[in-house]
């Protein structure tokens, strides 16, 4: 799905930071970056700064459950890979540097610790990813495909691998995986250049076997400095043993009630260990466990438990932090390069980090604490929200939180239920507008327009518009539910409340709509379900509820519907199933088994709609904050429909009359029509009756297409670098500036998606005044600031702003002035006339007639729809080549060749020549030298191509493109290859033929 | 009015305070105790003494005996009548290969985490929010409902790799636990012919497969003729399924208050 469609999201995260109580961490080989997971599933990206700040940059969006582990996964530095698994046995590949999902996979088993390892077979290097979880195996995977390779396996007993560590001696020139199981025997086993040939799924059995009494142990490390000892940490003692003999050197108790959770080796003579609640101890090592000492190994075989060796020094919590709900996840990183950072991080469940710079002896305060809220609360202008500007609190600084929400694309309007009880309806892209660009807007209260629904007591808690999911529906009905217990049915279009159902004993935490083939009765039903563990099914045509079922032990997760036998399925969270009879509501069935987890309706669905927004919420407990999702394709279609649906230029003139007049004069129309009206425009005139019909019923009209697009192109021109063209945009062609730099997202693969959170301008703002050497300030990045974050991002801006721009440039006067705003004068504080004739009035000039019928009428409108399509098509120059030169290469992330070509024969036109062009503007820019490197980079990917020239019959397509400077290129492009980048290549002529 | 909902606030406060300091407490030892007694169902095996594990036999319907071994059958003795032919097929594990039930084991540990967690907050530990409450007894419960499912749900197998029988060379033999039920299912196979017209379907994975189901092993094609099913009742895990229901529900009752 995401794979085909251009679509791109803009985040409104709102004031309050997501949840993210962190459950594992990262912090990447180069300092460049700290990862952690959370137990909701995301991954949040910390960009780390050489004065060790870590502003958050992106959210990354995918994991269905908690995440168990994080490791990096290759091991070049160009590009920066990441591996993450979950609870529920998804892993993922992460690109870091713009947050694309390269791969992903689930397997039956969850893992709970993954390493990266690097096979070097010849002058090859294969990267592989050890695994060890909830199965007693270590699962060997290829760090690119994620593919089981072979595993490591126990011939005595084998049990679940609880903690394992990877080491590399110089000594033996053997690399030897070290593990402890959970029952507490450490495994050895050689992991050598021809274990990484076998393909084959032969296991490879233990080197080693051997009791070592660590019960519950939660990590082994090895010390990198000696290469002598391992740390070996259990909950109530750590260990160190000789790495050679693994013979115990050292056993120390851990305090009274507290347990260890992790440690690592600081230097050749310490240790750090730290505790569940947070605190860090170092200890020195007594002189039995240094391998430089006279004393190593002089008490093998005698070691005295409860020797407490020298305690160092304590890094405790800060006593001002917040409480805690779990044990906060530590990790020491040592970096093997400049500037040698010895770390000590923490994430907890406030999405919390903290650094501390590890000193060898006297304790040092935190270097580095931030949190996901506190770097939200820092940003100036503030984060905003969908509706802020109609939520504003009197006395309070934070908005109103809006708990619940649903588009209508049909209508453009977003529906919000807050925490106060109120329901607001607004347009979706006005309010989008005013949250994200300026204008005159701003100067107006109120704006825009919309309507205030009250009837909850408390927190709305979920929103539905019945008719969106099937026109069975009455279509003005409006389902929410609230904390009160209540249901409530709304007319949407004149604002009235219908019907209050208070069936529930508890708080309503779903709505749904039953499926299409249910008995008619049913099929007007919402289906309800409370956290009283009932549901019920309330007619909204009988305004009365037909059946509550409410026999359920455990929290309802999940609702499965099978009409053909009149069955509900109701799924609890202890796995138990109740099968429900839906018209008498008699309990059928009691099963116990296993439910297969559901998506809570997190991620986007995609629709055909130009703009979908997507409510979104990481934990059940947060606010919503807002997806804006683009759909450049839809975008494009809906234009060229509306554009086609103009009067056709080539007709008589009385027929382009009949038009001016309908929209000058509205009272005229029924008479006008009636003379002068033929078949063709009765049908028009027919669908703008009943638009004209649904509209009057709705709060505002505006053209839904045009402000789409509007809010789009001002929200991706990279303003700030041409100030003629940004005087044209915003005088022309009726763009808006945006406020500040828009958070945007990326989805990839398979619908991973990752999202920039608001504090990415902070991260951005300095890398690019480190690049330029100049104080940068927030405006100075606004609109061109986005080109210079990933290549990822880069390459999908400019396909989206070049593909709109030559749509908008053959449209007939196409430009937003006058769109914005149009509906002001229905509200104060403009006074004066009837709803409909200034709207009329206004709307008029902006959709004047095509070129021929102005040139008729020989007046200045030709004129500035000539400036409109030379506006566009500056706009599309500038894009397309102008943008490197203009910004710099310091401050611009070419696009992806490969992004490019696979869009070479996209479906949509504009967005194929749109991918051309920029395809041939790229090439251009990057000389021959790039384009041997390109060559030489993608040719082991396509080792056959001569063969594929030659025959015709073959599905690749060759294209011969004409590269000005002199240098033929000829394009692969496979239609029917699946793999995402080895299916296309460039050849020089020369190389080729 | 407004002092008396202060009143009533304070009141609630102290409640929940009260909740939070003695009743939790109460409910997370109750759920130890049934977790221990759990736990105590599932022998561990200490490192070095596994052979000191109480051996358990098992009669299995009318057929013969098993002998379970914490979670490794250790012996068995099984005799099954085959179909058409009145041959009495034989079974018997060689002393140096047990069959591991991985099903036992994956359970065992994870009420042993659930354990863990459990014992990290003894009595001395004061919680100081609801929020950390909820978090734990999440923790808790996910650990117990994939012990859970560990048991209910035995993992379904393709056929071909489903363990192969140790001696006759047309059978295939399966060990599992259903539920608490001990579970061995016996595959008699036979040869297709290499090049055979008939339609070769290769089964998927499944719990149970079907006389007529067929597979493709070492480029030999096999299919499915018999299948005998036999099973008998683990009495000590019918007991641990009812305790993790039962700890289910003071878990998740307190999560609700």
Redesign the interface.
Known sequence: MSGNNLVLPIVLWGRTAPTH?ISSLLVLDDCSAVITGC?DGQICLWDMTPELQVPPRAMLFGHTSSITCLAKANACTDKQYIVSAS?NGEMCLWDVNDGRCIEFSKL?CAHTDIQFYQFTIGTQREGRLLCNG???EVLVLDASSLEVLYSLVSKI????ISAMSIIRSHRTQEDTVVAVS????LKVWIITAEVSRMQDLDPVFEEESK?I?CQ?CQSISFCHFTQNSLLVVC?KYWRVFDAGDYSLLCSVPSEA?Q?WTGGDFISADKVIVWT?DGCSYIYKLPPSCLSASEHFRSDVGKTREGAVPPLIYKIADQPDKK????PPVTRFFFSRREPFHKLLIQGD?EGRLSMWNVPDSTPLPVSCTLSLQESFDGLMPVSSGIIDQLSAQPGKEQPIKVTASVYIPAQGRLVCGREDGSIILVPATQTAIVQLLQGEHMLRRGWPPHRTLRGHRNKVTCVLYPYQVSPRYDQRALVSGGVDFSVIVWDIFTGEMKHIFCVHGGEITQLLVPPENCSTRVQHCVCSVA?DHSVGLLSLKERKCIMLASRH???IQVIKWRPADDYLVVGC???SVYVWQMDTGTPYLNL???LYYVLQGNLPKYSHNALVVQAMKTNVSDPDMHVLFFDVEAVIIQLLTEEAQRPNPTLVSPRACTRIFKQVKETMKETIKEHLLDDDEEEEEEQRRREEKSKSLSLLEYNLTMDTAKLFMSCLHAWGLNQQLDLICLERLGMLRPHCPISFGLISRGGHMSLMLPTFKESLLRKLSVATGRKLTLSDIVGKGTYGLSRAVTTQHLLSVISLANTLMGMTNATFVGEHMKKAPTRPPRPGGTPESPRRGSSAPQSSPPPQAHIKQGLAFPVSTLFCVEGWSQLAAMHCVMLPDLLGLDKYRPPLLEMLARRWQDRCLEVREAAQALLLAELRRIGVSGRKDTIDLWAPYLPQYVDTVSSRESPTKVKCVNIVNGVNFLILINPYEHLEEASWCFMSSRLSL | MSSASQVERAVLEEEFNWLLREEVHSVLKQLQDVLKEASRRFAMPSPGLESQLKQENFILGSEGVLTLQGEALTQADINLKMAKSSQVLHFQFRDDKHWKLQQIQDARNHVNQALHLLNCRDDSYHFKTGAEVNKLMDAVMLQLTRARNRLTTPASLTLPSSPPSADAGDVMVNFYINLSKLCLTVYQLHVLPPNTTKNFKPAGSSVLHNPGAMFELNNNRFEVSHVHKVECVLPWLSDTLVFFTISLQPASSSKTR
């Open positions: 109580c137990h609870e039956a909830h199965y007693p007993s084998p049990d679940w959970v029952t507490g025997i009791p009494q519950n909950s009630d347990g569940e409480l805690l709900i779990c469940s956290s032990l455990f929290p969270s202890d796995g116990l088994c296993v």
